[in-house]
């Protein structure tokens, strides 16, 4: 297997250690991997209102803000097929990734924004969710993942 140039781009101050964090995942080449170069052509309102709401998920603050925003989908919703895969609802534009967990630490969720697009149906672009769930598996992916995870991570109690 060739090697793949994967980069993980931190959303910075979107990590709780132990508990959930917020990244963009980009590989050269793959022009389907497209949410940070997209998220950077965004006006800075927007940029910073996208930091916003991820940044709402990973502190878990939901009392005075819904959380229609983002969502995953259940084992109820498409035979279960995408489980591990998450939307940040941006109107008109979706954020979408999958939630990353470590082994070491099964309660630490890790939002990896993949893919930006313009939403114009109701339904969900399983197009792009199939393409997410084989990117989640990837070994390369993983691992990269794995490492930047654990760099930041500490073992308090």
């Known amino acids: ?9 931190e959303i910075q101050g979107c990590f709780i250690p132990r508990r959930r964090g917020a990244c963009f995942l980009n590989i050269k080449d793959d022009k389907f991997i497209n949410a940070y170069e997209q998220f950077l ?35 109820s919703e498409y035979g279960g097929k995408y489980v591990n895969c998450f939307q940040f609802d941006l109107k008109p534009a979706r954020f979408y990734g999958f939630l990353f967990r470590l082994e070491s630490c099964p309660k630490f969720q ?15 672009n399983t197009y792009a969710l199939d393409k997410i769930v084989l990117l989640s598996q990837r070994s390369d ?10 760099s930041k991570m500490l073992y308090e109690e």
Do not use: D, Q
């Open 141 to 150: 992916v993983i691992s990269v993942l794995k490492k930047f995870c654990n």
């Open 41 to 75: 052509k965004l006006k800075r309102s927007r940029r910073e209102k996208t930091i916003n709401e991820i940044n709402y998920w990973v502190n878990g603050l939901n009392p005075s803000h819904s959380l229609s925003f983002c969502h995953g989908w259940s084992k």
């Open 110 to 124: 890790f939002f990896v924004c993949v893919h930006y697009f313009e939403k114009r149906s109701h339904s969900a």
């Open 1 to 9: 297997m060739k090697e793949v140039n994967a980069e993980i781009i």
